[in-house]
């Protein structure tokens, strides 16, 4: 497998403008995860889904941030309007089964955001 | 609040020497810890993981301890080497049942060759 894939690597967008951030897990993977990492705030969870469904989105910041899990195969982090404060480097990870098995965390390369 | 601390925030060691990477967290019911190890603009590869009811676990020249009662693990490095240099990251899941995984900053390791 090749592992947990995310799209962009890089985005740059003017503020205000719409941004989706893409993830493929793990094949077989029961659990999807959104985190966000910051100089600031370090690395925080954002939203995570079992089964293709969210479970706890208790870390998304505000109600311009949405996510979806359309399938086991597909995520969407989406911010709309995005604003500078958003700037981060945004990651997924997927996972087996749930961790109260002690099952490691996967993580993709992440996207690097930048609104300006 | 369940906090997850890593001191120092970094931390050069000539090549060849061992070295320890401390991770304390507030709340002593964990389910289990994970050390991830972080390169510059890459995601995090996972090292370690270990269980509330294990004391320590190893994989080639890292090992890694847990010490539920005083809230603290460590990640022993022997016999570093330049490509041992990154960001170590312990991250800490509390509570039975629920999947959050709660971060430390992170130690950033320099190896001087």
């Known amino acids: 497998d090749a592992g947990v894939i995310q799209s962009p690597r890089h985005e740059v967008t003017e503020m205000g403008q719409e941004v989706t951030l893409r993830c493929k897990p793990i094949s077989g993977h029961d659990y999807l995860f959104w985190y966000r990492q910051t100089m600031m705030r370090g690395l925080e969870l954002l939203i995570y889904f079992n089964n293709n469904v969210p479970i706890d989105d208790s870390g998304m910041p505000e109600d311009r941030f949405s996510a979806k899990m359309p399938n086991a195969s597909f995520s969407t982090l989406k911010i709309q309007p995005s604003e500078p404060r958003d700037s981060a480097v945004y990651f997924c990870?997927?996972?087996?089964?749930?961790?109260?098995?002690?099952?490691?965390?996967?993580f993709g390369q992440g996207t690097r955001l930048t609104v300006v | 609040k369940q906090e997850v601390t890593q001191i120092p925030a970094a931390l050069s060691v000539p090549e060849g020497e061992n070295l320890v990477l401390n991770c304390s967290f507030t709340?002593?019911?964990?389910?289990?810890l994970q050390w991830f190890r972080q390169d510059p603009g890459k995601g995090l590869t996972s090292l370690l993981l270990?269980?509330?009811?294990?004391r320590e676990q190893t994989s080639g020249r890292l090992n890694a301890s847990l010490d539920k009662s005083s809230g603290r693990s460590t990640l022993y490095i022997a016999a570093s080497q330049p490509g041992d240099s990154a960001t170590y990251l312990c991250?800490?899941?509390?509570?039975?049942?629920?999947?959050?995984?709660?971060f430390g900053t992170g130690t950033r390791l320099t190896i001087i060759p």
């Open positions: 991250a800490v899941s509390f509570n039975f049942g629920n999947e959050k995984l709660t």
């Open positions: 709340d002593s019911a964990i389910y289990n």
């Open positions: 990870a997927s996972s087996l089964a749930p961790r109260t098995r002690n099952t490691e965390a996967f």
């Open positions: 270990i269980q509330s009811s294990q």
